[in-house]
């Protein structure tokens, strides 16, 4: 099993860049799959980034492609996502979250273990 637990959100205008980052309090990530997904008020989870157990491999969601960044420092025991130009369509709680399926990474109902999110708000 593993907790996680992000950080690094928070209030930020239009055109501004934020890092969010996610470490395991319990157990180590590097046996996972990991994404970063979001969830807009009224709206279903989205996977807006993913990244492969060893960094190798990566999956963006269209919205946030030349955007967004995922990136993971296993030794850190720690998953990251910088935030860049970004829009009021991007505000929501992001959470971090880890699979061992390392197939259909880019659907949210594939990830086992979930934090407990952290805020984005982008005003314009």
């Known amino acids: 099993q593993i907790l996680l637990v992000e950080s690094g959100g928070g209030l930020v205008p239009a055109g501004g860049s934020l890092r969010l980052s996610c470490t395991a309090s319990?157990?180590?990530?590097?046996?996972?799959?990991m994404a970063w997904i979001r969830q807009a008020p009224g709206k279903g989870r989205n996977v807006v980034a993913a990244?492969?157990?060893?960094?190798?491999?990566?999956y963006y969601g269209d919205s946030v492609k030349g955007r967004f960044t995922i990136s993971r420092d296993n030794a850190k025991n720690t998953l990251y996502l910088q935030m860049n130009s970004l829009k009021p369509e991007d505000t929501a709680t992001y959470y971090c979250?880890?699979?061992?399926?390392?197939?259909?990474?880019?659907?949210?109902?594939?990830?086992?273990?979930w934090g407990q999110g952290t805020q984005v708000t982008v005003s314009s």
């Open positions: 990244i492969s157990d060893t960094g190798a491999h990566t």
């Open positions: 319990t157990g180590t990530i590097s046996t996972y799959y």
């Open positions: 979250a880890a699979t061992n399926n390392a197939y259909q990474w880019e659907y949210s109902a594939n990830y086992n273990y």
